[in-house]
């Protein structure tokens, strides 16, 4: 089973290939924000470590320095140290809306603030954020129409993404999870080193580590802007930009990030919403 729930990275946390156009500028009264700095790497140290010692999401000290695969780093090289930003929790806030808010790894908005389950907040209370921007466009979109649930609305092509492990257990699924913790996908329980394959006919626009709670991850965007997760693989065979047809081998089957037995997550996207992927597979 899962150390900790698998798949719980709204879109924009996933690597922001595909997620650049969603970010913004400005910034609310609920923020706050302090200034970056530099930090001249010494021997021994690592991107995890740093980000650590700073008290920064390991993505984001990746995107400030556009940094890539394999991030092998040089003594005496200096990094710049992403800002960092403070949320006051408003009446009727959840750790789940403020993670949506903007666009952060549940995982993670926990993680940097030492929050222990049942994660209850407090108005006031002073929670550490990814980056300096809130999810404005997403918030007008509340406030302009009717409230739906995640997945609400069913695209046209249900039934038509191919089960990306053959024989597996589904051992976590979609939806909310005990203490307000969201999966937005499934986690399928396999053998070690299954063969995972691809859903549909896509381009592979990501591979890498990422984002530590996901391990080895594979980003696949299909046409008509849909896009397929797969994560927790122990290998990943499929490379980046490749064309990778539906029922091709991408990796295998593994345990890496935050869980302790091997297992895949696999989540179904389409811009900023995620879907149930047992409705379409």
């Given at each position: 089973?899962?150390?900790?729930?698998?798949?719980l990275?709204?879109w924009?946390?996933f690597?922001r290939?595909l997620?650049?156009?969603l970010s913004?500028?400005?910034?609310?009264?609920?923020?706050?924000?302090?200034?970056?700095?530099?930090?001249?790497?010494?021997k021994?140290?690592t991107?995890?470590?740093i980000?650590?010692?700073?008290q920064v999401p390991?993505?984001?000290?990746?995107?400030q320095?556009?940094l890539?695969a394999?991030?092998?780093?040089?003594?005496?090289?200096?990094?710049k140290?992403p800002?960092?930003?403070?949320?006051i929790?408003?009446p009727?806030e959840?750790l789940?809306?403020?993670?949506r808010?903007?666009?952060?790894?549940?995982?993670?908005?926990?993680?940097?603030?030492?929050?222990?389950d049942?994660y209850r907040?407090?108005?006031?209370q002073?929670?550490?954020?990814?980056?300096?921007?809130?999810?404005?466009?997403?918030?007008?979109?509340?406030?302009?129409?009717?409230k739906?649930?995640?997945?609400?609305?069913?695209?046209?092509r249900?039934?038509q993404?191919?089960?990306?492990?053959?024989?597996?257990?589904?051992?976590?699924r979609?939806?909310?999870?005990k203490?307000?913790?969201?999966?937005?996908?499934?986690n399928i329980?396999?053998?070690?080193?299954?063969?995972?394959?691809a859903a549909?006919?896509?381009?592979?626009?990501y591979?890498?580590q990422s984002?530590?709670?996901f391990?080895?991850?594979?980003?696949?965007k299909?046409?008509r802007?849909w896009?397929?997760?797969?994560a927790?693989?122990?290998k990943i065979?499929?490379?980046?930009?490749m064309?990778i047809?539906?029922?091709?081998?991408l990796?295998?089957?593994?345990?890496?990030?935050?869980?302790n037995?091997?297992?895949l997550?696999?989540?179904i996207?389409?811009?900023?919403k995620?879907y149930d992927?047992?409705?379409y597979?």
């Amino acid at each position: 089973m899962c150390g900790r729930p698998g798949g719980l990275a709204p879109w924009s946390s996933f690597p922001r290939i595909l997620a650049r156009s969603l970010s913004s500028k400005k910034t609310d009264s609920t923020t706050t924000v302090i200034s970056g700095s530099d930090h001249m790497i010494q021997k021994g140290q690592t991107l995890y470590s740093i980000a650590q010692l700073h008290q920064v999401p390991l993505e984001d000290l990746i995107q400030q320095n556009n940094l890539s695969a394999p991030y092998v780093l040089t003594v005496g090289q200096t990094l710049k140290i992403p800002k960092a930003s403070f949320h006051i929790v408003k009446p009727k806030e959840t750790l789940y809306s403020i993670s949506r808010l903007y666009n952060m790894d549940q995982n993670t908005l926990v993680t940097l603030n030492n929050l222990q389950d049942p994660y209850r907040l407090t108005i006031g209370q002073k929670l550490r954020i990814h980056g300096t921007s809130p999810k404005t466009t997403f918030r007008k979109r509340r406030k302009s129409g009717p409230k739906k649930t995640i997945g609400s609305t069913l695209p046209q092509r249900e039934g038509q993404f191919k089960k990306p492990v053959t024989n597996g257990q589904i051992i976590s699924r979609y939806g909310i999870k005990k203490g307000g913790i969201v999966n937005d996908g499934i986690n399928i329980k396999a053998p070690l080193n299954t063969p995972v394959k691809a859903a549909e006919n896509g381009r592979v626009v990501y591979t890498g580590q990422s984002i530590k709670s996901f391990g080895n991850l594979v980003l696949i965007k299909h046409k008509r802007g849909w896009v397929t997760a797969y994560a927790h693989l122990s290998k990943i065979t499929a490379k980046e930009n490749m064309e990778i047809k539906r029922g091709q081998v991408l990796g295998m089957v593994g345990k890496t990030g935050f869980v302790n037995s091997p297992q895949l997550h696999f989540e179904i996207r389409k811009g900023r919403k995620t879907y149930d992927p047992l409705n379409y597979i």
